[in-house]
């Protein structure tokens, strides 16, 4: 590996984790996200419109559907290895469930954005 595709993993890989954590992808500022996993329209800072990259529709789905089934999949094998009660079952389905999916949403979408910029030349 050269250091010029070292420099340009490292950069995506920051970009990523800039989108993940919130910062506008182009001026840093922590403005990207408005709701837990949704864009806000543009960022507050330096103006850049989110909305217009916002990934939507069912393409969400094939990330979503396979992570159901295996959240699934793990709270039937938790109760049948624990047998714990009811109430804390549901509890920590809520939390699991939604932080999971919360997580992925937001690594999909910040990984699209990120390539979406990149493909409409914002981001070099
Ligand atoms: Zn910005």
Request: charge should be positive; aromatic fraction near 6%.
């Amino acid at each position: 590996m050269t250091s010029g595709e070292s420099q340009n993993a490292k950069g995506q890989g920051g970009h990523l984790r800039a989108a993940l954590f919130g910062l506008c992808p182009r001026c840093r500022a922590r403005s990207l996200w408005d709701a837990p996993a949704a864009f806000a329209p543009a960022c507050r800072a330096c103006g850049l419109a989110f909305a217009n990259y916002e990934p939507r529709g069912r393409g969400l789905y094939f990330v979503l559907l396979p992570l159901t089934a295996l959240l699934i999949t793990g709270a039937l094998k938790l109760d049948d290895a624990v047998r714990p009660p009811l109430w804390l079952m549901l509890g920590l389905m809520v939390v699991v469930v939604s932080g999971v999916i919360i997580g992925a949403m937001r690594l999909m979408k910040a990984a699209l954005l990120i390539a979406r910029l990149r493909a409409a030349g914002v981001l070099a």
